[in-house]
Each structure stands twice: as structure tokens, then as C-alpha cells.
């Protein structure tokens, strides 16, 4: 993405009104998963996207508020060679470090797959939330594979895109 798009995000993913609708989505698919109560082995097997065939789709915005609210900074070179494992960058052994702040796809996506559907559809309304939210908010979108994102967030960061963006 363009720099001047990620700025965008980047401002925008401090914005109180976006950061409650995220958050609503967030426990939104808490409630969901709690009824259908898979199994999480905390095996790290959902971060490992290429050894499990998964893809993990996530909307720039929703990149831009997870590297907003998470303590952990990657650097583009973790970023690249976590892409090239075809793993999540934020994988510490078999466990999340950025639990509580990461994207919609990863609290609707378990191993445990069970009859899959309901995470499917939850995964589907999910995106069409955020969808709106930039539609309505006429934010630029983009929705794109997790790890790529992940290094082109650590790239910008790295250049002080996100410094420059909080001047606009």
C-alpha cells in the first residue's frame, strides 16, 4: 500500500469511534465462539498458515489497529522471514503475544473445525462489518494476506511513515 493509505489507517485506527466498532466486533465473534465452544489445543498450528493451507485476510485498518495497540514491534526483517515460513509473525512457541489485539480472521479461526460453517459465516459477517465501517467512513480499503501486511506495516514503520502520519 501507499504510504499516504497507511497513514490514513494509521490516524484512523486511534480514532474512538472506530477503535469501539473494532472492539464491538471483537467480543461480537467472543459471544459467538463462546456458544459453539471449539477446541484450542494452544498448539499454535492456526498461526502456521502454510503448513495448515490457510490464509489469514485482513483489511489494512484492522492491520493498523492491531500494530497500534500491541506492545510488540516487528521488524521488517522478523516480518519477512516469518512470511517466508508462511507463519504469523506474532507466534512466541505455540502462543499469541498479541492475543487481545489480534485481527477479526484470527478470533474466528480454529483448528478445531468441527462442522466449520458457523466459523465461516462468522468470519464473512465480520468482514462486511468492517467493510461498512470504511465505506461509511469513506476510509481506503484493502484487504490482504496477514503476513504481507505484517511487513509492510514493519517497512513503514521502519521509514517513520506512522510519525509522519500523525501530523496529518
Not at 461498512?132 to 503476513?147: Q, S
Request: glycine content about 6%.
Amino acid at each position: 500500500p501507499q504510504d499516504e493509505t497507511m497513514q490514513i489507517w494509521w490516524r484512523l485506527s486511534a480514532d474512538l469511534l472506530i477503535d469501539e466498532a473494532l472492539r464491538a466486533l471483537h467480543e461480537h465473534a467472543a459471544t459467538v465462539v463462546e456458544l459453539h465452544r471449539p477446541v484450542c489445543l494452544a498448539s499454535g498450528r492456526c498461526c502456521q498458515f502454510k503448513n495448515h493451507d490457510h490464509l489469514l485476510a485482513v483489511t489494512g485498518l484492522e492491520a493498523a489497529w492491531t500494530w497500534r495497540n500491541t506492545q510488540r514491534v516487528i521488524s521488517t526483517a522478523a516480518a519477512a522471514n516469518a512470511q517466508q515460513q508462511g507463519a504469523c509473525a506474532y507466534l512466541d512457541g505455540k502462543l499469541c503475544s498479541i492475543h487481545g489485539e489480534r485481527p477479526t480472521g484470527c478470533r474466528t479461526y480454529f483448528c478445531d473445525r468441527g462442522d466449520g460453517t458457523w466459523q465461516s459465516t462468522l468470519s464473512e459477517s465480520l468482514h462486511r462489518s468492517i467493510r461498512v465501517l470504511h465505506d461509511e467512513r469513506e476510509i481506503p480499503y484493502l484487504c490482504a494476506e496477514w503476513t504481507w501486511l505484517v511487513k509492510a506495516f514493519s517497512a513503514a514503520d521502519e521509514r517513520g511513515v506512522f510519525l509522519k502520519g500523525s501530523l496529518l
